[in-house]
């Protein structure tokens, strides 16, 4: 869809390496090295609160400085201009502000107005596009709704639909479902599923394990800022890391087709 | 999936449909400016007629040769200065609030609430009391000079307390409030000093006053706001975007730190320009942006605009009343905007704590 591949080509990987990034002087995330993310899976960032999930994914889309090597496909994100790396990374925080006097139309709209995206189109096509994105979220009905109108969920879906719009090669997304009831959840993770099957790169911040589980290919366990385990949610998820990183005594159950299910018996005091 | 299509074309038709009904918005709110110029133009102390007014600013174009000499002077050199400095005014104020309040992100945003008016009295109370200017100024304009580097000097202090690490909204309020009371003693602590004749002039300063409207500061301040609304509407989008949060905005491509940087250059401009020409106009920097969000909502290609002529209509009216509230007084401007404007300011805060 976009003509900005040019530069980034579908199929390029995302490469963190040795970085570091700090609040201050409080070190969050130290040297974190992770495997090349693919385009094409569904990566999960999870751990225990304060772990550093979502410093880095700010740092991975740019919000925070850092020190260390970040690399898509060929090309350095560091030596990269806010607009030229917009048209490949976005970043969806936690939460919509509230009290914004914009309709839902109006804020997917904004987002796509508010940098140059390496493709130009004509108004009519933009609005068209983000009609478009308004159903294959599923809130084509609440695409004229005033936002300060919208329960928690909605401006969730609302936020996400601004980030699909972008279309970009790498989608950050920092718990997308915190917000949702579980019929929710489950569509706006088949959603993310699928954007990754068409070729991008999807790294999903989600404290929901079994979430975690059904939908990433890959996992990866951050605790104190480091990386505890890495790869296919049965390989990285087992008990002994629940009772090392989450401090929690719990057992995992398989269900079909490989899916896995995380109960949680009790806490180690 | 066709009951799909149709809803989806109901969406991008309701949108353009919105646009339009903004579109339609800012042009009534033209036409209401418009009138209430005119209204103006026509009201006064002296007994100069309606119809007396309009002919004598048509003949003052096309015949000057045939006005009667004290029609004249009322008309060109007192009123209708006077009604195009409340536009002009009202307009840059609106436009600096509209401004300030999306880059802070703080609905109490205002030059008049952060202290820019305080500033700029405290820069003219320097002319009037003690004499001091900027070398090379004319007398004329000293007093102006003075308050609008004052009051250009104020924005930059917020803005480089903004941009201390961890100073919120919240925060950038509090040092606004504890500038305006710091910089109004300096104000007191001269007035205290002032000989009498200059207290009276620093209290009528003070007080903001169309009064002191000539045709050289309605040029003054028509080219800067010519010259600053298109770098405003330019960023239009990008504030709009930035009113979803920083991280966001930055995450869409916008350079969170140069459109703050250059908004608030842009409202420094503004704010000081009109303070500097008319002193002291409360609330208009805070009601007008208010009323303009109200009937617009916040796409800041319509926002902005709206805020202008919100502003200047606003401003326009209060000119109005200060001409009618004591039969023949004029009384100062700024006592009109702010007895309207404190009103409007307790509900807005009123409202906002219901949101919270």
Not at chain 1, 16 to 28: D, R
Not at chain 1, 91 to 98: A, D, E, I, K, V
Not at chain 2, 47 to 54: G, L, P
Not at chain 2, 101 to 106: A, D, H, P, R
Request: hydrophobic letters at 50%; one cysteine or more; charged letters at 15%.
């Amino acid at each position: 869809m976009s003509d900005s591949s040019k530069v980034i080509s579908r199929d390029s990987v995302l490469k963190v390496e040795g970085i570091s990034a700090s609040y201050g002087k409080k070190s969050i995330i130290d040297n974190l090295t992770l495997t090349p993310i693919r385009p094409g899976i569904v990566t999960a960032l999870v751990g225990p609160n304060a772990a550093g999930k979502s410093t880095l994914l700010r740092s991975i889309a740019g919000l925070i400085p850092i020190t260390g090597k970040l690399t898509l496909g060929d090309s350095d994100l560091a030596r990269m201009s806010h607009v030229e790396r917009a048209k490949h990374i976005t970043f969806m925080p936690q939460s919509m502000p509230q009290g914004i006097s914009l309709s839902v139309f109006e804020v997917i709209l904004s987002a796509l107005k508010a940098s140059p995206m390496g493709f130009s189109r004509s108004d009519e096509e933009l609005h068209d596009h983000v009609t478009k994105v308004l159903d294959r979220i599923g809130i084509v009905d609440i695409g004229l709704r005033p936002l300060n109108e919208l329960s928690g969920g909605q401006r969730q879906m609302v936020s996400l639909a601004q980030v699909v719009a972008r279309d970009p090669h790498v989608l950050l997304l920092d718990e997308p479902t915190s917000a949702l009831d579980l019929k929710h959840q489950v569509k706006v993770m088949s959603l993310v599923h699928s954007l990754a099957q068409e070729g991008r790169a999807v790294v999903v911040v989600l404290h929901d394990l079994s979430l975690a589980s059904r939908w990433a290919e890959n996992v990866v366990v951050i605790d104190g800022g480091k990386v505890v385990a890495e790869g296919s949610p049965e390989s990285a998820i087992t008990p002994k890391l629940l009772a090392d990183v989450y401090g929690v005594e719990a057992r995992i159950e398989r269900c079909g087709a490989g899916r896995i299910n995380v109960i949680v018996d009790s806490a180690i005091s | 999936m066709s009951n799909n299509v149709d809803q989806m074309q109901r969406v991008t038709a309701g949108y353009r449909q919105l646009v339009r009904k903004r579109a339609a918005i800012v042009l009534l709110l033209s036409v209401a400016c418009l009138g209430a110029f005119l209204l103006d133009l026509v009201i006064g102390p002296s007994q100069v007629s309606a119809v007396e007014s309009i002919s004598a600013i048509w003949n003052g174009i096309f015949s000057p040769a045939t006005l009667d000499p004290s029609v004249s002077v009322i008309i060109w050199e007192v009123r209708l200065p006077h009604a195009i400095m409340a536009l002009l005014v009202g307009a840059a104020l609106a436009l600096a609030g509209a401004e300030m309040q999306t880059i802070l992100n703080n609905p109490l945003a205002s030059p008049f609430t952060l202290g820019v008016s305080s500033a700029a009295t405290l820069g003219a109370a320097l002319a009037i009391v003690l004499g001091l200017g900027i070398p090379g100024v004319s007398s004329n304009w000293v007093i102006s000079a003075n308050a609008f580097v004052f009051a250009f000097a104020s924005v930059l202090l917020l803005q480089g307390m903004a941009r201390l690490r961890g100073t919120g909204a919240e925060t950038l309020v509090l040092l606004g409030i504890a500038l305006v009371f710091t910089l109004n003693a300096l104000v007191g602590l001269l007035q205290f000093v002032a000989a009498e004749q200059s207290l009276q002039q620093l209290v009528f300063w003070g007080m903001g006053s169309l009064a002191r409207s000539n045709w050289d500061k309605i040029q003054v301040l028509s080219i800067i706001l010519l010259a600053v609304v298109p770098f405003s509407m330019s960023s239009s989008w990008k504030m709009t975007a930035l009113r979803m949060g920083d991280d966001r905005a930055r995450s869409f491509g916008v350079n969170v730190g140069r459109v703050r940087f250059l908004s608030l250059l842009r409202v420094s401009i503004l704010a000081a320009a009109a303070v500097a020409f008319v002193g002291t106009v409360g609330f208009i920097g805070l009601v007008g942006p208010h009323i303009a969000r109200m009937l617009i909502g916040e796409d800041h290609r319509f926002l902005l605009p709206a805020s202008m002529l919100t502003g200047a209509l606003v401003m326009s009216l209060s000119s109005v009343a200060s001409k009618m509230i004591v039969p023949g007084v004029m009384i100062p401007i700024g006592i009109v905007t702010s007895l309207i404007g404190v009103p409007v300011f307790f509900a807005l805060i009123l409202r906002k704590r219901e949101a919270v």
